[in-house]
């Protein structure tokens, strides 16, 4: 997803991202921190495409399904800065 966003294919990234994302959802016994890192690397591309509303909601969806996580909240501080 990176590489794809880095070469301006910033749609398939995302596309990329939720596929991954929502397979890894589906499995069971998919540990809350698993969950939780795709919710920040799907964030964080949001935010470095201009989107910092989807950015927090792709984060406060994380913290829903990953209450406390320390990434999560860290990136959702620095959203607001």
Known sequence: ???LE???HVGEARHLL???ADSIAAQHGTPAATRAW???RRADLE???GHPGAAARLL???LHTAPGDARL???LARLAV
């Open 47 to 49: 935010r470095r495409a």
């Open 60 to 62: 406060r969806a994380g």
């Open 18 to 20: 939720r596929t991954a």
């Open 1 to 3: 997803a990176r590489w």
């Open 6 to 8: 880095a070469t301006g």
């Open 73 to 75: 909240m860290q990136a």
């Open 38 to 40: 795709f919710a920040l």
